[in-house]
């Protein structure tokens, strides 16, 4: 039994090593995207507003789309920390 749960605690590890190594690279080009966006339209101020009020729904949407994964990645690096202490315990 021991050595069933050492390797589900093994495999977990390593899916949750995998999904935060995604969301780490997504939200990585998310705040490359965001920050490119905002060099751009430094010297549009008006084109900028129009834009913004323009797509409020769709940005209101992406932005918590982006807290969500921004949840997920810190929930995410929580189990792998909780994961490693457990299989540091059973050496």
Known sequence: ??????????ERL????????????S?????LYRNAKKEFYKDKPVLDLILKLYFLPYNTIKYFSYICDRH???????????LQENKDEKK
Request: hydrophobic letters at 35%; glycine letters at 2%; proline letters at 0%.
């Open 1 to 10: 039994m021991k050595n069933k749960l050492d390797e589900i605690i093994k």
């Open 14 to 25: 390593e899916n949750r090593l995998e999904w935060r190594n995604y969301l780490g690279w």
């Open 27 to 31: 939200l990585t080009h998310r705040d």
């Open 72 to 82: 997920k990645f810190e929930m995410i690096e929580t189990e792998i920390r909780m």
